[in-house]
């Protein structure tokens, strides 16, 4: 018997964050252990009168990839990535590793020449949402790699994720519009504002957004999501942060994050753990040591870290800066291969403030 809460999640996906309509072509990606959740989505968008195409990958795929593929199959992009990035109306994906580690033992430099040969689509597919001509949406399903990765049980894990979708509503979609009205009056408080100062353990930096548009998020492109981001001026930001959740990017834990700014660009970095393939990340090309995302999260179902950036940068309570790519519709003009979000937990002893208006402290906004 399904699950209704990954009934729900699929309504959402469909009816709410893609709003899949009559006509409407809807890639959906998985791999195969997110099997109940790619059947019910498909099902939605068939029931929405769109048309699915399903791509899903095998366990293992990724690594398979990357320990046989030659220099011409790293830089070969697949017709229907192509045709998703500038053809489809509509894209879900969905991740669910059964293992989170299995690309550390890949080498960094086989990771930035694939990052390399699909910056391309990922521009196409930021400018294409950018015009609103692209619906997309990620999210994942819940597997024992993400329970273990969160330090909980599976059952734990699908409660907590689940809860954080708000698909254990008995109106899953009010509830996001309710979510979704916060998310936008928070974001429009900071709208307008020069500066940002964020100060915390370890933190003191500010960031200029003077002309950028603050964009708030609440399931459209994430699920689950809460949060308001910006792209900060390139070479505005001057200060240390310091980045207090491990994360697991490109398959590797990175854990104890520093970093110091000026000029806006990344002039020291240092981590606790996978400091070198931080290193080589921030030299894959010229902007990926700038930021191109600050953001800071609304939503307060999420309570702990779990490794998972997806539901990490959403913690309310928590900032988090991505080095790399900028949203073009938040006005951010930075250009890079890689985007990668890190969070830095403001709920002991951190402040957000606005052209030296206090916005939020301890991880509570301030009314």
Same mark, same amino acid.
């Given at each position: 018997? /399904?699950?209704? /809460?990954?009934?729900?999640?699929?309504?959402?996906?469909?009816?709410?964050?893609?709003?899949?309509?009559?006509?409407? *072509?809807?890639?959906?990606?998985?791999?195969?252990?997110?099997?109940?959740?790619?059947?019910?989505?498909?099902? %939605? +968008?068939?029931?929405?009168?769109?048309? $699915?195409?399903?791509?899903?990958?095998?366990?293992?795929?990724?690594?398979?990839?990357? %320990?046989?593929?030659?220099?011409?199959?790293?830089?070969?992009?697949?017709?229907?990535?192509?045709?998703?990035?500038?053809?489809?109306?509509?894209?879900?994906?969905?991740?669910?590793?059964?293992? @989170? !580690?299995?690309?550390?033992?890949?080498?960094?430099?086989?990771?930035?020449?694939?990052?390399?040969?699909?910056? !391309?689509?990922?521009?196409?597919?930021?400018?294409?949402?950018?015009?609103? @001509?692209? !619906?997309? +949406?990620?999210?994942?399903?819940?597997?024992?790699?993400?329970?273990?990765?969160?330090?909980?049980?599976?059952?734990?894990?699908?409660?907590?994720?689940?809860?954080?979708?708000?698909?254990?509503?008995?109106?899953?979609?009010?509830?996001?519009?309710?979510? #979704?009205?916060? *998310?936008?009056?928070?974001?429009?408080?900071?709208?307008?504002? #020069?500066?940002?100062?964020?100060?915390?353990?370890? @933190?003191?930096? /500010?960031?200029?957004?003077?002309?950028? *548009?603050?964009?708030?998020?609440?399931?459209?492109?994430?699920? $689950?999501?809460? %949060?308001?981001?910006?792209?900060? +001026?390139?070479?505005?930001?001057?200060?240390?942060? =310091?980045?207090?959740?491990?994360?697991?990017?490109?398959?590797?834990?990175?854990?104890?994050? /520093?970093? !110091?700014?000026?000029?806006?660009?990344?002039?020291?970095? *240092?981590?606790?753990?996978?400091?070198?393939?931080?290193?080589?990340?921030?030299? @894959?090309?010229?902007?990926?040591?700038?930021?191109?995302?600050?953001?800071?999260?609304?939503?307060?179902?999420?309570?702990?870290?779990?490794?998972?950036?997806?539901?990490? %940068?959403?913690?309310?309570?928590? +900032?988090?800066?991505?080095?790399?790519? #900028?949203?073009?519709?938040?006005?951010?003009?930075?250009? #890079?291969?890689?985007? =990668?979000?890190?969070?830095?937990?403001?709920?002991?002893?951190?402040?957000?403030?606005?052209?030296?208006?206090?916005?939020?402290?301890?991880?509570?906004?301030?009314?």
């Amino acid at each position: 018997m /399904r699950d209704p /809460r990954v009934a729900n999640l699929a309504r959402i996906l469909v009816r709410y964050s893609t709003r899949v309509g009559e006509g409407d *072509t809807c890639l959906i990606e998985g791999s195969a252990a997110a099997q109940p959740l790619i059947a019910a989505v498909y099902e %939605e +968008v068939l029931e929405a009168g769109g048309h $699915p195409v399903v791509a899903m990958s095998f366990e293992g795929q990724a690594a398979s990839f990357f %320990e046989r593929a030659n220099d011409a199959q790293l830089e070969w992009i697949s017709p229907l990535a192509e045709w998703g990035a500038e053809q489809a109306d509509c894209r879900i994906a969905i991740g669910a590793d059964t293992n @989170t !580690r299995e690309l550390s033992g890949v080498p960094p430099e086989r990771q930035t020449k694939r990052q390399a040969a699909t910056r !391309r689509l990922m521009q196409r597919t930021m400018e294409r949402s950018a015009e609103g @001509t692209h !619906r997309w +949406v990620y999210t994942i399903f819940p597997t024992n790699a993400y329970a273990s990765d969160a330090e909980m049980s599976l059952r734990q894990f699908e409660d907590f994720y689940f809860g954080a979708c708000l698909a254990d509503e008995a109106d899953p979609l009010a509830a996001w519009e309710r979510a #979704s009205a916060e *998310t936008r009056r928070l974001a429009e408080r900071v709208q307008g504002a #020069s500066e940002i100062h964020i100060t915390g353990p370890g @933190t003191d930096i /500010r960031l200029g957004v003077e002309g950028r *548009t603050f964009i708030p998020c609440f399931g459209d492109r994430n699920m $689950p999501d809460g %949060e308001f981001f910006t792209g900060p +001026v390139e070479d505005s930001v001057e200060g240390e942060v =310091t980045f207090h959740l491990p994360a697991m990017v490109g398959g590797r834990e990175v854990a104890g994050v /520093r970093m !110091r700014f000026e000029g806006g660009k990344v002039v020291d970095a *240092t981590a606790e753990r996978g400091e070198q393939y931080l290193i080589e990340l921030l030299d @894959t090309d010229e902007g990926a040591r700038r930021l191109g995302e600050l953001g800071i999260g609304t939503n307060y179902r999420i309570d702990r870290g779990t490794r998972d950036v997806l539901l990490d %940068e959403k913690i309310g309570g928590t +900032v988090h800066m991505a080095v790399g790519a #900028s949203y073009p519709e938040s006005g951010g003009r930075n250009e #890079s291969a890689v985007h =990668t979000d890190l969070v830095c937990d403001l709920r002991r002893g951190g402040r957000i403030e606005a052209d030296g208006e206090l916005i939020q402290e301890n991880g509570r906004f301030v009314v």
